[in-house]
């Protein structure tokens, strides 16, 4: 059984419709590419697949390992091992990372119907990722990603998939607003979570992120819709020649 | 027996309340007379209406309506639920001093452990004391307030507080007021004097004991606060959920004073602070800070004015209201500064989180302005739950309600953060996370 199996999926936003039957099947321990042109609708497959509001799903399914993420809360989605790495993580002033991260990951736990990791376990383990992706202690006491830099914000998005351990990750066009240092470091706590058990799904417009998080699959998307997949090579070919030979494909 | 008040001049019913309940107020010729005085203002006022600038978005006669027969002096029974409810209330450490119903109840009280620096008497002792020819005056209605006049006419017990100069108190002074009475009013009224050179806090608390429901609460504090003294003063409002709980302080600052105030409203289906603060003297500093916790159809209005009488003062007022389903939050907030009072720096800002569409909100700071060399600035919003942040929370695996609570305490969170005290910190945390479980 996939992973993920994305059926014939319209959705829409307000009246406009965005999705025009997608298909996507991503199975345990592969890593996808997503690639398309602005306004194709990457951000709002990832977006959908999370649970975010203001999508209508006016036709097709999403499983996950089977069972109908649609019918989930966002939340319940989480729990079941979905993660979406945003964009743009937004700031949340007043609520210390430790405390969000503590409180996320024993929700999750609970709704598994795990015991709640206490206190002492929890402080070892957030130790043991953050000094992994080099994040000082003193970025955990902050407000979540509140004043972070753009790297910074995206190294709290790592460490949060290292911590809940989820099986799918979806990574948002995680190199926009990063340099080529950052872009490395991110990459590198990426790699470092592949798994045989784990996978992901890097949506991104730039051949450059694919350097570092090397796919097994490449698939590009245009208009709503998934109009070619291939193998990494396939992310080289778009480099060179763009995306316009797709939008006519469409 | 519910007294019904009859409108504008009075009438027969109030004057009845009062009549029934002079005779067990304490009071010496002086006193009797002053009472006399208040309660007349307060016939000639009535209860507060809408037509009343101050009081515009908390009409009285519509939310209340009435007032109720005096508490009676708790017997053995109602002072075995207030020693309950002092175990539950009290703050780690502090020096205990409880009025049960409206009097002073010195067997649950610390007496024996306040500092020898501190002097205590109860109001009602003050004002029998015959020879005391200035007893009075601790009546006096101190602005031209019917419920301040209705509170000094009526006042049962309370304390009378003097820190000497110089003292640094070690453990808070936890005043806890305890309604056992259902149905029924405390009237108390409070006098603090702190020193010159004074480090103290003095912590407030009301709460219901037991079951106690219905009851209505109406306290004055007069405090005085000497040049140099570094004050942290806590109110801590709890009432059950059918409570009335009406409080004005009065507070006179001397020079070169640390004063941080917080106050947090949760409980009570109509409260009322409102706080009138004179920087009298020079190089001041005060904090003012406040969360209400508003649901179901409760009413919680913060009125504060802050008067800036002298030059080179600071004044910061802080202010955050939560309001779900059909509360109704109110915040008045006015910065005075008088003509002498040059380089004086003020700065006001109230936030309000609606939960729900019926939820209401009024926010009206004001500033009056009549010296040219100042800093002063106010902001209010209103707005509900950011659904981007919500969203963030979710995805990460907290369920709605515990999504909610995270981004509430964070948004209350900056005006308790600014508790110096980790424990009473900690403590007020404790109100705020019992608060949003009872919402879940």
């Known amino acids: 059984m996939p992973l993920l199996e994305v059926r014939n999926l319209h959705v829409r936003v307000e009246e406009r419709e965005i999705l025009h039957g997608l298909d996507l099947i991503v199975n345990e321990g592969e890593v996808h590419a997503i690639m398309g042109p602005n306004g194709s609708g990457k951000s709002t497959l990832s977006h959908v697949i999370a649970g975010k509001p203001g999508y209508e799903v006016t036709d097709g399914q999403i499983l996950f390992r089977g069972e109908d993420l649609l019918e989930m809360d966002p939340d319940e989605r989480a729990a079941k091992g979905v993660f979406l790495a945003f964009q743009y993580p937004v700031e949340i002033p007043g609520v210390t990372t430790m405390n969000f991260l503590r409180t996320a990951l024993n929700a999750q736990r609970k709704a598994r119907g795990e015991s709640e990791l206490m206190v002492p376990d929890f402080l070892r383990k957030v130790r043991e990722v953050s000094k992994s992706l080099n994040i000082p202690q003193d970025m955990l006491k902050r407000g979540v990603n509140v004043g972070f830099s753009g790297g910074e914000k995206k190294r709290n998005e790592v460490l949060q998939m290292a911590l809940f351990e989820p099986s799918l990750c979806i990574l948002d066009e995680m190199d926009s607003g990063l340099d080529i240092d950052a872009l490395r470091i991110a990459a590198d706590g990426v790699n470092a979570l592949r798994s045989p058990g784990r996978a992901m799904v890097v949506i991104t417009h730039y051949q450059r992120l694919l350097n570092y998080i090397v796919p097994d699959v490449v698939h590009v998307m245009s208009k709503g819709r998934v109009v070619k997949s291939g193998g990494k090579e396939l992310a080289l070919e778009l480099e060179a020649s763009g995306y316009a030979q797709f939008e006519d494909a469409a | 027996m519910n007294v019904a008040v009859a409108k504008t001049g009075g009438g027969r019913a109030v004057s009845d309340l009062f009549a029934s309940a002079e005779g067990r107020l304490p009071g010496s010729p002086s006193v009797i007379a002053a009472r006399r005085e208040a309660f007349e203002t307060y016939e000639r006022l009535g209860l507060p209406h809408r037509r009343i600038e101050e009081w515009k978005y908390t009409d009285l006669r519509v939310l209340v309506g009435e007032v109720l ?301 009549f010296a040219d060399d100042v800093s002063c600035g106010h902001g209010a919003t209103a707005g509900a739950l950011d659904e981007s942040l919500l969203f963030y929370l979710k995805a990460r695996g907290l369920p709605e309600k515990q999504a909610q609570a995270l981004l509430i305490q964070a948004f209350v969170g900056e005006a308790i953060e600014q508790i110096a005290d980790d424990g009473l910190r900690e403590h007020v945390i404790g109100i705020a996370e019992r608060w949003l479980e009872r919402r879940s």
């Open chain 2, 69 to 369: 027969p005096l508490a009676a002096v708790p017997d053995a029974a109602a002072l075995k639920r207030a020693a309950d409810a002092v175990k539950a209330h009290a703050i780690a450490g502090a020096c205990k001093l409880v009025l049960v119903d409206g009097v002073f109840a010195a067997d649950l009280s610390d007496v024996k452990a306040l500092a020898s620096e501190v002097s205590l008497k109860t109001l009602r002792e003050v004002l029998a004391n015959e020879v005391n020819p200035a007893a009075g005056d601790l009546l006096q209605a101190t602005a031209t307030d019917a419920v301040i006049s209705l509170n000094a006419a009526m006042a049962t017990d309370g304390v009378v507080v003097s820190v000497a100069d110089g003292t640094r108190l070690s453990a808070p002074i936890q005043v806890i007021h305890i309604a056992t009475a259902a149905a029924a009013s405390a009237f108390t009224r409070s006098h603090l004097r702190i020193g010159k050179g004074v480090r103290a806090t003095v912590v407030e608390s009301f709460v219901a004991a037991g079951k106690a429901s219905g009851y209505q609460v109406n306290d004055a504090v007069i405090l005085w606060i000497g040049d140099g003294a570094d004050v942290a003063h806590i109110r801590l409002m709890d009432d059950a959920a059918d409570a009335v709980n009406i409080t004005s302080q009065f507070v006179t600052v001397g020079a070169n004073v640390k004063l941080n105030f917080f106050n947090m409203t949760s409980g009570a289906a109509v409260s009322r602070l409102q706080g009138f603060v004179t920087l009298a003297g020079e190089g001041s500093d005060l904090s003012i800070n406040g969360v209400n916790l508003l649901q179901k159809t409760e009413h919680g209005d913060t009125t504060l004015v802050v008067d800036h009488a002298v030059p080179n003062c600071v004044s910061r007022e802080t202010f955050r209201a939560v309001i779900d389903e059909r509360a109704h939050s109110v915040f008045q907030g006015r910065i005075i500064v008088r003509p002498d009072a040059q380089k004086t720096d003020g700065k006001m800002m109230t936030r309000a989180l609606l939960l729900s569409d019926e939820a209401e909100a009024d926010n009206k700071p004001e500033l009056e302005i």
